[in-house]
C-alpha cells in the first residue's frame, strides 16, 4: 500500500510539473479563457457519470474547450469529484495527440444561488484542479456575489489542486490575470426579473438561461451583448449557426451520455437495416 501510494504521488507531481510547462509555454493555465481572450466561441460538454473512469477519459481527450461536472443532480462525493479532475489532467496530458492545456473543469454546484455556496465552492477548488464553477438558480445580484466572493483568491493546493500564484487564483475578466471561470444560470421569473442586476454583477464570466420562454431568453441575450457580458446556450449541429449568430459565445453540447445514446442508436439502427436487407445464404 506504501509503494502504491508512492508511485500515485510521484506520478501526480509529474502530472503538475508537465502542466506548469505547457502553461508557462501558453501563459494561460485555463484553456477556456485562454479560448474566449483569442475571440473565439468556446464548445463543451456536461458529464454527471463523475466516478466513470472511460467517460473521463473519453472528454478529457476530445477537442472540447471545457467540461462542466456536474454534482447538482448527484449524491455529493468529494473524493469522486477530486479523482474526476485529477484523471481528465492526466489523461489529456498522457493522450492527446496535439499537447495543449487540458479541457477546462467547471464543476455546477450542489448549492443553488440562493443557498450557502462558501464551503462547497471552497471545498471544490481546494481538492482538484477546477477551474471555475456553474452556479444553478442564481435569482440576484446578492447570491452571485455571495458565491465569486467564494471564489475570490480560494486555497489551491500543491498534489491535490493548482498550486496557482495568488494573483491569479481570481475570477476573470474582472482580474484579467485570473485563472476561474463563473457561470451564473438564469432559469426561474425570479432570475428574470433580475436579470440585469445579475449581468452587471462584478466578476461574472458568462449567463446560461435554461427552463425561461424564449422571450425572456432573448431579453437575458441582449442584456449581456449590451454589457459585454458572455452569453452561454446549450447547442447542437443543427442549430449552432444560428446561436452564435445570435451572439452566444459559450455553447454546451449537451450531456455526454445523451450523445451516447443517440449515437449508440444511430449505430444499431444503422446494423439492423443492413442486416433486414441482407442477402447472406449461410445457413
Same mark, same amino acid.
Do not use: M, N, S
Given at each position: 500500500m506504501k509503494a502504491q501510494r508512492i508511485i500515485f504521488t510521484g506520478a501526480l507531481l509529474?502530472?503538475? !510539473?508537465?502542466a506548469a510547462d505547457v502553461t508557462s509555454a501558453q501563459g494561460r493555465r485555463n484553456h477556456l479563457i485562454q479560448v474566449l481572450e483569442s475571440g473565439k466561441p468556446a464548445i463543451g460538454v456536461w458529464t454527471g457519470a463523475l466516478a466513470a473512469t472511460? $467517460?473521463?477519459?473519453v472528454v478529457a481527450t476530445s477537442d472540447v474547450d471545457f467540461i462542466v461536472a456536474d454534482v447538482e443532480h448527484d449524491v455529493y462525493d468529494f473524493p469522486t469529484l477530486q479523482r474526476f479532475l485529477l484523471q481528465v489532467q492526466d489523461f489529456s496530458h498522457r493522450?492527446?495527440?496535439q499537447p495543449r492545456e487540458a479541457p477546462a473543469v467547471l464543476v455546477k454546484l450542489g448549492h443553488r444561488g440562493g443557498w450557502e455556496p462558501s464551503y462547497e465552492i471552497a471545498e471544490t477548488l481546494k481538492i482538484g484542479p477546477a477551474l471555475g464553477v456553474w452556479i444553478p438558480v442564481v435569482e440576484s445580484r446578492r447570491e452571485l456575489e455571495r458565491a465569486i466572493a467564494a471564489v475570490h483568491h480560494a486555497e489551491t493546493s500543491l498534489g491535490a489542486g493548482l498550486n496557482l500564484p495568488y494573483d491569479q487564483v481570481d475570477v476573470w475578466p474582472l482580474n484579467p490575470k485570473g485563472e476561474m471561470f463563473v457561470v451564473a444560470m438564469i432559469e426561474t421569473p /425570479? !432570475? =428574470?426579473r433580475n436579470a440585469? /442586476?445579475?449581468v452587471e454583477t462584478p466578476g461574472v464570466g458568462a449567463i446560461h438561461t435554461v427552463h425561461i420562454s424564449e422571450a425572456d431568453a432573448a431579453k437575458v441575450l441582449k442584456l449581456c451583448l449590451d454589457r459585454? =457580458? $458572455?452569453a452561454a446556450a446549450d447547442a447542437n449541429p443543427t442549430n449552432a449557426k444560428a446561436k452564435l449568430d445570435a451572439g452566444y459565445r459559450l455553447l454546451s453540447l449537451g450531456w455526454d451520455f445523451g450523445m451516447l445514446q443517440r449515437q449508440l442508436n444511430e449505430n444499431i439502427k444503422g446494423v439492423r437495416g443492413a442486416a433486414a436487407t441482407g442477402t447472406s445464404t449461410r445457413p
Open positions: 509529474g502530472l503538475l !510539473g508537465f472511460r $467517460i473521463a477519459k493522450f492527446r495527440t /425570479e !432570475g =428574470v440585469q /442586476e445579475i459585454k =457580458v $458572455i
